[in-house]
């Protein structure tokens, strides 16, 4: 399912990242990595606010439904 249907609190694993290559290569940067794990923090106005290794990431929903976990 597309992370931007995930749930606060909820922490899953991310099986692929889908679009552009430069979309891909942003979100790689930012620590979205296959087989990695995530944390949904909460969500705002639309957008979620992740928990990524070590740090937090908001990403709106357009990027987070090119997500797959």
Known sequence: MPLSM?????????RKIT????VRA????LGFVVNGV????????GNLILQVKDSRVALDRDLASRILV
Not at 6 to 14: D, M, N, R, S, W
Not at 19 to 22: A, I, L, S, T, V
């Open 6 to 14: 995930a749930k606060p609190g909820e922490t899953l694993v991310i």
């Open 19 to 22: 679009g552009k290559d430069e």
């Open 26 to 29: 942003h979100l790689v940067e």
């Open 38 to 45: 995530v944390t949904v923090v909460t969500e705002l106005a």
